[in-house]
């Protein structure tokens, strides 16, 4: 992650003794001034202690160097990998957002940024961050940081592969979308995630709707967005 708070920590420490642990760790963090110290472990605990040891201090200031420490990070990330970018500003350095992607999109590597609070306004830099990388922007609530820890857990997961990747956009009046994912036999989950919408109905291939009390189901409703989970999903169009 580029600036992680600390509901990170609980997922790694979750799923130490697991297959699903990471093998590289990378903390990059950032304000209104430059970027801090980078570290990239492949220890756990290390970087347990660096995320514990983060503070968030006041700032002149709303625009943040979120891309110079993006940019530092993807450098020394594991190819494949997913980065996490916490901020609660804009971007102060969005010249450096091709610069960002490509790197980003030659080792693989997805941007996910979580855009917490509403200092400055969402910057739509984050959101084209994501799309040119296959990552998803979040925008969360000043008090939904702790939701981070479960958005973590949910969506980074050995294995795990984009089935469908859409842009859109909604007009003034409100008006239902429907996509079509499929899923294998090969699939021991499926996850949907949508940014930007809290109205989201998931169906089965048999046309029934998953309720967040169904068996293997997982539901994390956002103020930007809505997270499902579901284990074992039939096989068949969702």
């Known amino acids: 992650p580029a600036g992680a708070p600390p509901g990170t920590v609980p997922v790694v420490r979750a799923r130490k003794?697991?297959?699903?642990?990471?093998s590289r760790y990378v903390l990059a963090t950032f304000d209104d001034t430059g970027t801090g110290p980078l570290?990239?472990?492949?220890?756990?605990?290390?970087?347990?202690s660096a995320v514990g040891a983060l503070v968030a201090t006041a700032s002149?200031?709303?625009a943040r160097h979120a891309l110079a420490a993006a940019m530092s990070a993807v450098a020394v990330a594991e190819p494949g990998g997913v980065l996490f970018l916490f901020t609660n500003g804009t971007v102060a350095d969005p010249d450096l957002a091709p610069a960002v992607t490509c790197l980003a999109a030659s080792r693989n590597i997805r941007i996910f940024?979580?855009?917490?609070?509403?200092?400055?306004?969402?910057?739509?830099?984050?959101?084209?961050?994501?799309?040119?990388?296959g990552g998803q922007m979040f925008t969360l609530s000043?008090?939904?940081?702790?939701?981070?820890?479960?958005?973590?857990?949910?969506?980074?997961?050995?294995?795990?592969v984009n089935l469908l990747f859409v842009t859109d956009a909604f007009s003034a009046a409100p008006e239902a979308r429907t996509f079509a994912a499929p899923v294998d036999a090969t699939m021991t989950s499926v996850v949907f995630a949508?940014?930007?919408?809290?109205?989201?109905?998931?169906?089965?291939?048999?046309?029934?709707t998953v309720l967040?009390?169904?068996?293997?189901?997982?539901?994390?409703?956002l103020s930007g967005g809505t997270i499902v989970s579901v284990a074992k999903p039939p096989v068949g169009s969702w």
């Open 17 to 22: 003794g697991t297959d699903e642990l990471p």
């Open 39 to 48: 570290v990239h472990t492949t220890d756990p605990d290390i970087f347990d």
């Open 60 to 62: 002149g200031s709303c």
């Open 113 to 133: 940024p979580l855009v917490l609070g509403s200092c400055g306004g969402v910057d739509p830099v984050y959101a084209a961050i994501a799309d040119a990388t």
């Open 142 to 160: 000043s008090g939904e940081g702790s939701s981070a820890a479960q958005m973590i857990d949910v969506l980074v997961r050995e294995n795990m």
């Open 194 to 208: 949508v940014g930007g919408s809290t109205a989201v109905t998931v169906t089965r291939p048999d046309a029934s």
């Open 212 to 221: 967040p009390s169904d068996p293997g189901v997982t539901v994390l409703a």
